[in-house]
Every structure is written in C-alpha cells, then in structure tokens.
C-alpha cells in the first residue's frame, strides 16, 4: 500500500508533501497492531472524547522519534537510513512483545478485580449514573479523576495527556512499519519540503488515531452499565493483542508469514 502511494505520488515540491504526508499519515495509522493497542488502552474511559485524547497522546508519541529519525535522515541521507533499517527489525520485535504486554494486563487487570462498575451520582442533574473504571482496585481510596473533569461549558473536549499511550505509539513510532515512509525522504528535493512532509504525516496519523479511538471505545461505552458485558469485550480486545503479539513475533523470528493477511 505505502508502495503504491510513493509510486504514484512522488514528492516534487510543497503540494505533493502535504498531499503525500497527509494520505499515508491517515493510512498509517489503521495498520492492525495499531488498532489492536489503541482498542486495549480505550478501555479505561467510559467517554468517546477521553478516548480521542487516548488517541491523540499516542499519535504525539508516535510522531516523536520519526521526526528525530526524520530529520537525521534528511541531513544524513542514505547512510543514516542503512542504519536505521539495520536496527528496524528490533524495534518491530519490541512492538510484538508490547502487544502480548498489553493483552496479558487485561487479563491481570480483570483477575485483580481492576475492571468495575462504579455508581455515581451526578450533583448536576441530579442523577445516579454508572461507568467502568480499568484504573484502580476496588479496596483502594481515590480521588475520582472523572468528577474533576465534570465542571465548565466544555468539560469532556478539555485535552488532556496520557503518558503511557505517548510510550506506546513512541515504540509503534521506532518500528519498522514507518521504514518505507522514511526511506521517501532522501527522495525529497530538499530538507524544507522533507520537514513538511514529515509534519504532514505526523498530523495525519494523529487525526485518523484519534478517531479510530473514538470508534474502538464505542463497544466499552455501551457496555459500561453492565460488568460481566464489558469484561468480555474487554478479554476480546486482550486476546486480539496477545495474538497479533505472537504472529508479529513468530514473523520475524521464525519468517512465518502470519500477519500476512492483515492490513499490516
């Protein structure tokens, strides 16, 4: 797919950049590992607009080290990229033992009694209301995050930051599923037009992240009313993420050809 885009539409100035950047940036971000931990992170928010700055706290991370690597490589040109590539294949094994990572905390998660549905009451309407919390355990006190947030016109667009989904779209964004986008840029006729590319890219794969975020919270919102519903939506999300883990894996220990027949 990246092939074909770069093919048919090779960077000759500005406007194939923005073009270019911004088509694969989008197409990037609907590879299936990234989906896969994407769905296992928007379990933890009963709100689609949580979701999405799940969505845009992984994006910034994955944009992070391909703009450092980006810019290296447009001073460096091809000898930077060997060395990149080189190392790639590391990088792409941290991603599959990232997804089995993440799958299996589901599951700890659910066995720890982590994964609960809360009543609250709302002061506002004056309602009783319930959602799911994946961040806590039930015997210990906490302050609830979500009731901070409940004030002002606008509460649920205020953006916030979420660490750990910047650390794993930064792994996602060192792995060699980014290679062929970054072998374009020593194609680029100059570093201005590479940067905007880059930007393009990087801009692209957070907006389409971020609304594959919203789309993948959706089941979790609609279940959050009943515990055992969510928990198997919740084991289906941490099963796709051990299995995507160990086919990426065994691909590129064994040369097995398993993730072949996803959209990876």
């Known amino acids: 797919m990246f092939q074909l885009i770069t093919e048919s539409v090779p960077i000759a100035g500005f406007g194939s950049a923005l073009v270019l950047g911004l088509i694969i940036g989008l197409r990037h971000s609907t590879d299936g590992d ?8 928007a379990r933890d928010y009963q709100s689609l607009f949580k979701g999405l700055w799940v969505g845009v706290s992984w994006g910034l991370g994955h944009s992070t080290p391909l703009l450092i690597l ?11 990229l060997d060395l990149y590539e080189s190392v790639a294949t590391y990088f792409e094994f941290g991603v599959a033992l990232m997804l089995i990572f993440l799958g299996l905390q589901v599951f700890w998660k659910i066995s720890k009694g982590e994964f609960h549905v809360h009543d609250h009451y709302n002061e506002h309407d004056q ?3 319930k959602h799911i919390h994946g961040s806590h355990a039930h015997e210990e006190d906490e302050e609830d995050a979500h009731e901070s947030n409940t004030h002002g016109p606008f509460p649920i667009f205020i953006p916030f930051f979420r660490l750990k ?3 794993i779209g930064f792994i996602h964004g060192l792995a060699g599923s980014a290679a062929v986008m970054l072998a374009i840029l020593p194609t680029t006729p100059n570093f201005m037009t590479g940067i905007v590319f880059l930007l393009l890219f990087s801009i692209g794969t957070m907006i389409s992240m971020a609304l594959f975020t919203i789309l993948v919270s959706a089941p979790f919102v609609a279940s959050s009313k009943s515990e055992t519903t969510s928990n198997i939506i919740i084991s289906i999300a941490g099963v796709l993420s051990i299995a995507l883990g160990c086919a990426l894996g065994s691909d590129i220990l064994f040369k097995t050809d398993f993730t072949g027949i996803l959209w990876y």
Request: no cysteine.
């Open 34 to 41: 990234h989906i896969v931990a994407v769905s296992t992170m």
């Open 70 to 80: 980006g810019i290296i490589i447009l001073l460096l040109k091809e000898a930077a």
């Open 127 to 129: 309602e009783e209301h």
């Open 165 to 167: 989904s910047y650390i």
